[in-house]
């Protein structure tokens, strides 16, 4: 069994208290089994198909996921999509999907679908060890979409994949944002859930408080009163909306003239420019 630093050990032991593996290939399943626990996952629950995954996740919310890719009975990418949009305790835990195949449509499926890290098999200790490192130690920003859900894609480690494209992507991998790239970030994020409400209301509606939450501590941090009131009027609109369950009121947003997110807007508009908003 391979054995890890103790001092590692103990930091990533209280993210692997309950750790979910999908593999149906006894062998490999029973090798990550070994690994996990030797960076001290103190309990291992192995499953053969995403179906029953899915249901272990539902039922015992792991901390960590490992899901093969593709098999008979495997979906690694619809799996996660499915528990990035449920409503499950554990629908932000990392997930890793592995696979012996390192293509880049298979690495590209994993990511959009709010997959943590793609790992290629064979993989080593030190590889999983890396992997879970990044997911439990240095946390992404979480993306509540609803095109997608999941970590920021910008710092996704294809873990393998060397093909023509890997520099292209690692350039635009960028380091930290700033606060003001934050807000537009998720100011757009909001917009676009609003036009999306239709054809996802429930994730729609779950990206747009979510964006709120986000745009409303962005706006403190910024110092700028007409934000932070901006802000605070678009919540107390979309709480009434949310409260009478009016399609109408999400639909005004997007008409033109004088509403809650135009305000906001243009405030973020003059926060772009550099202007005191």
Known sequence: MFNADPDLVEMLSPHLERVLVIDPFEASAKAAGELLRGLGAWRVEVVETSRKGYDVAQNWSPQFILSEAKAPGVD???????????????????????????????????????????????????????????????????????????????????????????????????????????FLQALAILSSAVKQYDSDPAQATRAMHAQIETLGALAGALRQPRLVYSVAALDRYLATASQSGSRRLIQALLEEGANPLNDLAEAGAALAGGKAA
């Open 76 to 182: 690694g990418a619809l799996f996660t999509r499915a528990i990035r949009r449920s409503t499950f305790s554990c629908r932000q835990a990392p997930i890793v999907v592995a696979s012996a195949q390192t293509k880049a449509s298979d690495i590209t499926a994993a990511r959009d679908a709010g997959a943590h890290e793609f790992l290629r098999k064979p993989f080593s200790a030190n590889d999983l060890k890396r992997r879970i490192e990044n997911v439990a130690l240095k946390p992404r920003p979480w993306i509540e979409a609803v095109g997608y859900v999941g970590p920021d894609r910008r710092r996704f480690n294809s873990g393998g994949y060397g093909g023509a494209k890997r520099r292209d992507a690692d350039r635009k991998a960028g380091g930290a944002q700033s606060e003001t790239e934050r």
